[in-house]
């Protein structure tokens, strides 16, 4: 049986929280994690970002950088996909 943990590992991710001046996405990560001004990056698989519009990916990047960070050592994860709205 293939997927999970293999597949996850396989998948080209990417920071939507940037841009490339192409249009695309720089790979996720980030070289100086204390100094960096550019604030903490938002990592999705490639495929997932592709499906995604720029509204999407600016709210995903904002529901991160407004959760504090490195708590207890571990990453801050929040979901890609909007809460829906009750009307």
């Not at 293939?2 to 990560?29: A, E, F, N």
């Not at 604030?39 to 995903?60: E, H, I, R, T």
Request: charged share 35%.
């Amino acid at each position: 049986m293939k997927g999970g943990l293999d597949t996850w590992h396989k998948q080209k991710w990417v920071d939507i929280s940037r841009k490339r001046k192409d249009g695309s996405h720089p790979p996720c990560g980030r070289k100086k994690a204390s100094k960096s001004s550019k604030g903490y990056p938002k990592c999705v698989p490639a495929a997932k970002a592709a499906k995604m519009s720029d509204s999407q990916k600016a709210s995903a990047v904002r529901r991160k950088r407004a959760k504090a960070q490195g708590v207890g050592g571990k990453p801050t994860n929040v979901s890609t996909k909007p809460k829906k709205r009750s009307k």
